[in-house]
T-cell receptor
Framework: GENVEQHPSTLSVQEGDSAVIKCTYSDSASNYFPWYKQELGKGPQLIID?????GEKKDQRIAVTLNKTAKHFSLHITETQPEDSAVYFC?????????????FGRGTSLIVHP | KAGVTQTPRYLIKTRGQQVTLSCSPISGHRSVSWYQQTPGQGLQFLFEYFSETQRNKGNFPGRFSGRQFSNSRSEMNVSTLELGDSALYLC??????????????FGPGTRLLVL
């Protein structure tokens, strides 16, 4: 099955700095890569996603890049703000007869210091 | 539009008991997926329902089961509870099944503690 590694597990930055979180996946057939933000006491919220036919996607301060050859994808947050502090999860899912069974990374706790 | 709601939010049970958790998806969403989140194993997929049919199941024992009703509401049941079942159980809904790679909207979760 799919295996997703996520690094770092904790990331501490100053407000205004950039933050980068990286994930690698094992199944070359994976074609959908969502990123989720989970705040304390809440469920994960999709913040951005990318499909395997695209190399990069940007939404305001958030961007995701995908390198299919190396089987890794990254989340980039620019101009970080204290409200960006949360746990971020990446996920990957290979197509399987119309199924969607996502495998998640272990999460990155992002702390943005004012 | 109301978000995904899960009840109860917190639950304490003892080993050997069974538990039923409920999820009401966003209005118009017909797909419901369940996930287990623990510090040790992270976020793991349990199962997915669409139009009252289970489409996919994760790697969990048969003690974990679920169902979906005609109004798209879903329940999951865990029988013969074990200490390791203590976790945050999350429900997510989308209009179509996950295979269509649509955005899944998560509820706040039910935190289950097994003593």
């Amino acid at each position: 099955g799919e295996n997703v590694e996520q690094h770092p597990s904790t990331l501490s930055v100053q407000e205004g700095d950039s933050a980068v979180i990286k994930c690698t996946y094992s199944d070359s057939a994976s074609n959908y890569f969502p990123w989720y933000k989970q705040e304390l006491g809440k469920g994960p919220q999709l913040i951005i996603d990318i499909r395997s036919n695209v190399g990069e996607k940007k939404d305001q301060r958030i961007a995701v890049t995908l390198n299919k050859t190396a089987k890794h994808f990254s989340l980039h947050i620019t101009e970080t703000q204290p409200e960006d502090s949360a746990v971020y999860f990446c996920a990957a899912s290979p197509p399987s007869g119309g199924s969607y069974i996502p495998t998640f990374g272990r999460g990155t706790s992002l702390i943005v210091h004012p | 539009k109301a978000g995904v709601t899960q009840t109860p939010r917190y639950l304490i049970k003892t080993r050997g008991q069974q538990v039923t958790l409920s999820c009401s998806p966003i209005s118009g969403h017909r797909s419901v997926s369940w996930y287990q989140q623990t510090p040790g194993q992270g976020l793991q997929f349990l199962f997915e329902y669409f139009s009252e049919t289970q489409r996919n199941k994760g790697n969990f024992p048969g003690r974990f089961s679920g169902r979906q009703f005609s109004n798209s509401r879903s329940e999951m049941n865990v029988s013969t509870l074990e200490l390791g079942d203590s976790a945050l159980y999350l429900c997510a809904s989308s209009v179509l099944p996950g295979a269509y790679q649509e955005t899944q909207y998560f509820g706040p979760g039910t935190r289950l503690l097994v003593l």
